[in-house]
């Protein structure tokens, strides 16, 4: 499956093909960005339900063929469907009509239009589980779509910054707008001048394993939030590489909040995203803008 993670390295990976310049790269990064909501088999705007299970549990998907909107998840005991999937001492499995079926983790086509991928994630603080997407490849979500809302690129909000490694990896528990728990483990913080304040950043991956993390986020609020900017806060990469930037390594970074943007779960119900108590007090007048605002405009 090509999580939010693979997609955003990808434009890490990508940005000296499409321009030299920080604001080509920042279209780049738009566009990517366009996609993974949009337009890829598996965008976010495509899903039309999950479920999350944990250990022994079991879940049906059940639908009328030929009906893609009528496809959805149940975890009833005698619920009937032609696909069950379950996870059985930290393995995944799926049947299909009674067969057992490989690549659950990539996809499974059920019907025109439906397919089904899973993987293993945290369900609760300290506890693991699975998730199940269920995608509709013809969702209207998807299809009403055109494209993210960004604040006009501005070149001050590109910061110099020092990243400064926890070796400890800190396992840390965020609340989340599911209202449930998830682990993070802290892999260090960055520190940097803005606007002519000083700020400092946690930085969090979801592994503690070092060869692991090619990727870790900051999640941050600043007093935009809620005035234009979505009120449950935005994210910012960090890009880890075997040149010097390693995760458990002191080293400079550059922070762009031009490509500040908003949890998944600002525009899927079905994404369950970390809050976070990091202020700013400063409005970051850059990056995604909220997509439920009626004002566009920044404040």
Partial sequence: ???RAALLLAVFAALPAFGATPEEDWNAFI?????????????VLKLQDAVYIGDGQQAVLTGTKGN???YHWSTEANAKGALHV???HGKPSATLDGKPVDGIEKSVVVDTDIDVNGELTPIAAHVNGARFWLYNQKNPEAAKFTGMAYYPYDPSFLVQAKYVADPKFVTTTFHTSHKTDKDYYHTGDVSFTLKGKSFLLPI?????????IKGAQGFFTDELTGKGAYPAGRYVNLAFD?????????????IDFNKAYNPDCARSPFWTCPLTDVHFDLP???GERDP??????AS
């Avoid at 969090?204 to 692991?212: G, Q, T, V």
């Avoid at 995760?247 to 550059?254: F, G, K, L, R, T």
């Avoid at 439920?292 to 405009?297: G, I, T």
């Fill in 292 to 297: 439920h605002s009626l004002h566009h405009d």
């Fill in 31 to 43: 566009a990517t960005e366009n996609v993974h909501y949009g337009t890829a088999p598996h965008a």
């Fill in 284 to 286: 970051i007048t850059v």
């Fill in 242 to 254: 075997d040149a010097g930037n390693k995760v458990n390594a002191d080293h400079p970074v550059v």
């Fill in 1 to 3: 499956m090509k999580t």
């Fill in 86 to 88: 379950a996870l059985n």
């Fill in 204 to 212: 969090y991956a979801r592994s503690n394993d070092p060869a692991k």
């Fill in 68 to 70: 893609a909107a009528s």
